[in-house]
């Protein structure tokens, strides 16, 4: 495991940007950060773990809403300073509660949500 994580390139702050993806659609549906320690955990766990900047915490994705995200491959970009999850994903992946934190789309000069919240 010190092999894989000597390979990433964290930035200044000790982060880098992990996307998850669901590997069933394909579909992009977050985007966080990870320190060593969240990746550490990720790879003993099998599930994603992140580093929150404005709680300067770890966290498991879905410790308390049960939205959990297994891990099932990673990938390293050729730079080494991006971190993309092949996940499975229980419930939204979205705080807001959407399906992915993706929902606002570009429509001429402005955002516009193209997704719901689930029920």
């Not at 894989?4 to 982060?15: H, P, R, V, W, Y």
């Not at 966080?32 to 599930?47: D, I, K, R, S």
């Not at 879905?62 to 994903?89: A, N, R, Y």
Request: hydrophobic share 35%; proline share 3%; charged share 20%.
């Amino acid at each position: 495991m010190k092999r894989l994580i000597e390979s990433i390139k964290f930035n200044d702050a000790g982060l880098v940007p992990a996307i998850a993806q669901d590997a069933t659609s394909g579909r992009v549906l977050m985007m966080a950060w990870m320190n060593e320690e969240a990746v550490q955990h990720t790879l003993n766990t099998g599930y994603a773990h992140y580093y929150s900047r404005s709680r300067q915490s770890q966290w498991k994705k879905g410790e308390s809403s049960g939205h959990v995200q297994k891990v099932l491959d990673m990938h390293l970009d050729c730079d080494g300073d991006t971190i993309l999850l092949t996940i499975e994903q229980a419930g939204p992946a979205c705080h807001t509660n959407r399906a992915s934190c993706f929902y606002k789309q570009r429509q001429g000069d402005d955002w516009v949500t193209i997704e719901n919240p689930l029920a």
